[in-house]
């Protein structure tokens, strides 16, 4: 029976005798008042009150005290036992958890240096080579100089003997001479140049590249700004321990994950077919497929739809004024101004793909070759090969420039009909056409072929640059995008689909643009990680 608050507030526990009659034995209990009370009291706090003997009441409480006794012992004080012995399990588990996050946390900061190192070592090697090339030139530069030095010395003193002492015959192949000189001024050759601007506020870029952290605790979540993330735990103990004890207990709990997968942002079906994307700056697409451009919303609805009267082979966009160039199976290149397709100028050769550079040149894969022009069609530079060397590029199907670099990276198929080997590969040059290196397809081991991929051939179905010089490369066969360093170092799979990938585009917050499926529909925006 529950005792009054007013009665602990007065009577001590165990007292006997009345605190209202001094002297008083407390023999009866007020049914009313739920106290004890004695003779007295019957007269006076209490008077009219129904009240019974203390013994009556005790009696019927004994049975209830000793249900709580074996009650206690059996069940209360097993489980409260059992808690107390978990708390050891949940110190060792809390000291391991913390132990493994720091080993992983420290991995991936040495990973992160030893790749920085490599991709220095790599830069140094590149100026290092660079500044050997440059030297030699200069020195044969010089050498030339001075052997054309010493003939026009030569020639000096031959001139100068035939007027002093020269028949007029001598006089006059003198004379011939100089108007016709079998000697020219050689050529300052044009050096090799490099260019470095180191990143001035890099933390967020090493934030994104450690990974991210999220640790929760009393109900309160912290995030370190940036760094990858993720924390779970055996919550479902935790719930069970919260129920069986009767409090609410927030415990801190934290697992780590190194690096972000990639994330899918959007996933949709296309409302038209295609085979070449190219993301504006504000959130919009062009496509193209067939005679046909659209302009596509995030969502992938229509804003825009434009009508050629022939194919279109490719489409990119002027990095300065953000407009659409296309080149189509007349040979022209074509940019979209007002709605129309305004020719600009025509190639020679079938052209394959387009890419606009950052300096507003133009240029065109065609067979065999990749050529930049000026915006009016003036050539400046190309890589056509003579008959008797193996063309650098064989069959262009998409170029991109690198916005860090600007070197030019061209996924071309290699037929045998066009000179090559028949094997899908990414060539890369820098911005005078000179090649750097080719990249095949090759993935470690580690990555294993899947039921969907198949282990098939390299087929490069598109290559962009992201915001930070790596390379994005679809691979139409294998269903997936790869994802490869600037220096032609394969980084890892960004994604694997259970179709075909038809292209790729980027956009300037470096979410990824692809188009899978059999029907060159299904576009996903994937959003991952650059490191």
Same mark, same amino acid.
């Given at each position: 029976?529950? !005792? ?10 165990? #007292? ?11 023999? +009866? ?49 097993? #489980? *409260? ?13 809390? !000291? ?16 992160? =240096? ?23 030139? *200069? ?13 026009? =010395?030569?020639?000096? #003193? ?10 007029? *015959? ?8 100089? #108007? ?17 601007? /180191? ?41 069970? $321990? ?15 994950? +190194?690096?972000?997968?990639?994330? *899918?942002?959007?996933?949709?079906? @296309? ?32 804003? $825009? ?44 050769? +079938? ?7 950052? @300096? ?39 170029? @991109? ?13 290699? %037929?045998?009909?066009?000179? &090559? ?25 580690? %990555?294993?072929?899947? /039921? ?18 790596? $390379? ?13 360093? &600037? ?40 959003? %991952?990680?650059?490191?």
């Amino acid at each position: 029976m529950a !005792t009054p608050m007013s009665q602990i507030s007065l009577r001590i526990k165990g #007292q006997t005798t009345c605190i209202h009659h001094k002297g008083r034995q407390l023999d +009866l209990c007020c049914e009313k008042c739920q106290e004890l009370v004695c003779l007295k009291c019957l007269s006076s706090n209490h008077k009219t009150h129904t009240v019974c003997e203390l013994s009556e009441v005790t009696h019927q409480e004994k049975p209830d005290i000793k249900n709580f006794i074996d009650r206690t012992e059996k069940n209360d004080l097993v #489980q *409260i036992g059992k808690y107390i012995t978990s708390t050891d399990t949940l110190l060792k588990d809390n !000291t391991s958890t913390f132990e493994k996050l720091s080993q992983k946390l420290k991995i991936q900061t040495e990973r992160l =240096k030893q790749e920085l190192d490599i991709l220095t070592e790599q830069t140094l090697s590149l100026y290092h080579k660079m500044e050997e090339d440059n030297t030699n030139l *200069i020195m044969k530069y010089k050498q030339d100089l001075e052997v054309y030095e010493k003939q026009l =010395k030569q020639q000096i #003193q031959e001139c100068k003997a035939a007027l002093q002492r020269g028949s007029h *015959i001598h006089i006059y192949d003198a004379f011939c001479e100089i #108007q016709s000189p079998t000697h020219s001024l050689p050529v300052k050759p044009v050096l090799g140049t490099a260019n470095f601007t /180191p990143n001035e506020n890099p933390q967020d870029h090493l934030k994104k590249a450690l990974g991210k952290v999220i640790t929760s605790s009393q109900g309160q979540t912290l995030t370190d700004q940036g760094r990858s993330v993720t924390t779970s735990d055996d919550l479902e103990q935790s719930s069970t $321990q919260q129920q069986q004890s009767g409090t609410k207990v927030k415990k801190a709990v934290t697992t780590y994950k +190194l690096l972000p997968q990639t994330k *899918i942002v959007e996933e949709r079906k @296309s409302p038209c077919y295609i085979d070449s994307i190219c993301p504006t700056t504000d959130g919009q697409v062009w496509t193209k497929y067939n005679k046909t451009l659209t302009l596509l919303d995030r969502k992938g609805n229509v804003i $825009q739809e434009v009508k050629h009267n022939v194919y279109i082979d490719d489409i990119s966009l002027l990095p300065t004024t953000h407009t659409l160039w296309v080149c189509d199976d007349r040979n022209n290149i074509r940019e979209l101004v007002s709605g129309r397709l305004t020719h600009r100028f025509s190639t020679k050769e +079938l052209p394959r793909c387009i890419c606009i550079t950052a @300096s507003n040149h133009v240029i065109v894969g065609m067979t065999k070759h990749i050529s930049k022009f000026t915006t009016d069609g003036k050539m400046v530079c190309t890589t056509m090969a003579k008959r008797t060397r193996k063309p650098l590029v064989c069959t262009p199907y998409r170029i @991109s420039e690198c916005p860090v670099t600007h070197n030019v990276a061209v996924a071309d198929f290699s %037929y045998e009909s066009d000179g &090559g080997d028949g094997k899908g590969r990414v060539v890369v040059m820098d911005t005078d056409f000179k090649e750097l290196f080719v990249y095949r397809g090759d993935i470690p081991s580690t %990555y294993k072929p899947t /039921p969907q991929t198949g282990g098939k051939p390299f087929n490069p179905s598109g290559v962009v640059y992201d915001s930070v010089g790596n $390379q994005i490369i679809g691979d139409r066969h294998n269903n997936r995008v790869l994802l490869i360093s &600037g220096g032609g170092e394969f980084l890892r799979v960004i994604h694997t689909d259970t179709d075909c990938t038809w292209a790729v585009g980027i956009d300037r917050e470096d979410v990824l643009w692809a188009v899978f499926g059999t029907m060159n529909r299904e576009v996903k925006l994937l959003q %991952y990680s650059s490191v």
